[in-house]
């Protein structure tokens, strides 16, 4: 065993407060010396998108060090769309932090994970988190974690777990649920030190390491980070590559990394049982083991799951092509879909007979959306069509991806979601009512719920939460019947005026405001009825020398519905593409002619 080493990933739900309790895990560190972010939290989300949305994107690694040992951590995605690499992490690791919100209780991702946990033999500690809430009710929450362990088959040794109560915010922690009685973290690591076994290593072993993450360098090019199983790693050490195929090929390592705070830094040797990062080997992916030149020996590869969702990414022809976007070429965007793909293995790149169109396929709306952003703040424009579900032929039954939805809902909106989802093919698995608010869980087909957020925020009024997260593949149920929508569509380019818009709005809701710039065959709003609707949005008051008795008393423009890319992307139909560039989203028809 490596007594000086812990390996640990932190799980949680998004939004549990995981990111903010591994910040002050760091800060309080014996190591702890870099510079903080802006104002000086959220030290793990240095992505700009991960701070805007509050949630974890890229799967991230630290090592702090507590009375002498090092202790790698892991924090991984909490989102559905990313959990794929959550189930890769597992196998880097040698225990887990289990984080709980104390007032909402162990939730969908919570169960994923921790289920991906207790089936590779990890013991966890639990932290239920955020005890200074008002509404925390931290022995239910302990109550709810416990029959969650006894559900997923956890061995009693699993279900014996050490509970600590913590406030993340505050950066303290302590054996019981009093925010008075805590100092800082430090109950935390002891706990870790004292029940995270210490990786177990076979000195005999030759050397092997297994690539769980990929990460890019402008100076070193593509990194693979994994766990070092046996052996030894120096730089400039002659390795065996060998990839999921089993085909094995020599390569040199230039760089040999370990990590330090949220820092790598070189190391001359990296032991068995601690996590590092090396380059050298371009063609490295997932999965794929690098073992001893003299001696090769291949670990079991790692399971990528498989996209559900695709979406056509094209190039973007629309009459404000180039005007708002630095890269517009297809040779720019099909490179930059290329180096996503080396870094994101959840992402599938596929080519078309067009040379300006790609289909991407991912593991959810947001995961292809992710990706939308990061490009357009890069300075790049172009355009995306529907998403669409993936379906596949196994043993000549056609199957398509189904879906576990957990909802919250205040009681008077019950019966029309349960609605809603049987019009959806929705079957429901669980219903309880918690005082003011009820929970639902449906297995529901992927291609049922797109498009449904939108209208899942409406029919609740906003005060619905919803979680999904892949189920399995299952044989395609019957037809959806969807309720078609018509848009509002502009007939002329220029520029939408208050008048223009006032005379549309009696037709539907706009989204647009005055003074924005339009051409014709761009989506201005979405239809009362279901048909698409041409508006002239740009039109001018005329102006004579007469005037009525009550002319414009009582006409008011009312504020439009601005689509954010997310929502843009859930509304479009078919015949319909999402124009994105750095300063704008718009709707638009393909065929801007069309009648």
């Known amino acids: 065993m490596s007594p000086n080493i812990r390996n640990i990933a932190i799980i949680a739900h998004v939004d549990h407060g995981k990111t903010t309790l591994v910040d002050a895990l760091l800060k309080q560190s014996d190591n702890f010396t ?5 104002n000086g939290d959220l030290i793990m989300d240095n992505n700009e998108l991960e701070r805007e949305r509050g949630i974890t994107i890229l799967a991230k690694n630290a090592a702090i060090t507590y009375k002498g040992v090092k202790i790698n951590i892991v924090d991984t995605p909490g989102h559905a769309d990313f959990g794929g690499e959550v189930e890769r992490i597992m196998s ?5 932090i289990l984080l709980v919100d104390a007032k909402e209780g162990p939730m969908p991702q919570t169960k994923f994970v921790l289920k991906k946990a207790i089936e590779a033999g990890h013991k966890a500690i639990v ?7 008002p509404a925390a009710r931290c022995q239910w929450t302990l109550d709810e974690t416990f029959s ?20 993340g915010l505050a950066g303290k922690a302590g054996l019981v649920a009093d925010l008075a009685t805590m100092k800082d973290v430090t109950p935390l690591f002891d706990k870790i030190l004292e029940y995270i076994p210490a990786p177990v290593v076979d000195e005999t072993a030759p050397l092997q390491m297994i690539t769980i993450n990929l990460a890019y360098d402008t100076y070193k090019g593509k990194m693979a980070i994994g766990r070092l199983h046996s052996g030894t790693l120096k730089p400039n050490q002659q390795v065996m590559h060998i990839n999921r195929a089993g085909v094995m090929k ?6 040999v990394m370990i990590f330090d705070g949220m820092n790598r830094k070189e190391a001359t040797e990296v032991v068995a049982g601690d996590i590092c990062a090396i380059a050298g080997i371009p063609d490295i992916s997932i999965g794929e083991t690098i073992a001893d030149i003299n001696d090769p020996r291949p670990l079991t590869p790692i399971k990528i799951d498989e996209p559900t969702i695709k979406a056509v990414f094209m190039v973007n022809k629309s009459p404000f092509v180039g005007k708002e976007g630095q890269y517009i070429t297809s040779r720019n965007i099909k490179e930059r879909l290329e180096r996503e793909t080396e870094t994101d293995v959840a992402l599938k790149m596929e080519e078309t007979e067009d040379s300006d169109r790609w289909i991407m396929s991912g593991r959810g709306e947001l995961h292809l959306a992710i990706l939308i952003e990061k490009m357009r703040r890069e300075g790049f424009e172009l355009a995306v069509g529907k998403p669409q579900v993936i379906f596949k032929e196994i043993d000549g039954v056609k199957m398509e991806p189904f879906e576990l939805v957990s909802i919250e809902v205040p009681n008077e909106s019950t019966g029309v979601v349960i609605q809603d989802f049987g019009q959806r093919l929705g079957e429901m698995r669980h219903m309880n009512q918690d005082g003011p608010i009820t929970k639902l869980e449906f297995s529901i087909p992927t291609r049922g719920l797109i498009g449904y957020r939108s209208d899942f925020m409406t029919r609740t009024k906003g005060l619905g939460i919803m979680n999904t997260i892949f189920d399995a593949y299952k044989p395609m149920k019957g037809e959806i019947t969807k309720l078609p929508h018509g848009s509002l569509i502009a007939t002329e380019a220029g520029e939408s005026t208050n008048y223009g818009l006032l005379l549309a709005q009696d037709r539907g809701v706009l989204f647009i405001a005055a003074g924005t710039k339009i051409y014709a065959g761009m989506v201005v709003g979405k239809n009362a009825k279901d048909m698409d609707l041409r508006v002239h949005v740009g039109r001018e008051k005329q102006l004579t020398n007469f005037r009525a008795k009550n002319e414009g008393i009582g006409a008011f423009l009312e504020a439009p519905t601005l689509m954010t890319l997310e929502d843009s992307l859930e509304y479009i139909s078919d015949d319909e593409i999402v124009e994105v560039t750095p300063k704008s989203i718009r709707i638009r028809k393909m065929d801007l002619k069309a009648k």
């Open 34 to 38: 870099m510079k903080v972010n802006g």
């Open 92 to 96: 880097m690791v040698d225990g887990v």
């Open 127 to 133: 932290v239920v988190n955020k005890i200074d809430k």
């Open 148 to 167: 969650l362990f006894i559900d997923l088959g956890a061995s009693d040794e699993q279900a014996h777990f050490p509970v600590v109560y913590a406030s």
């Open 250 to 255: 020599k390569a040199q390592l230039t760089n």
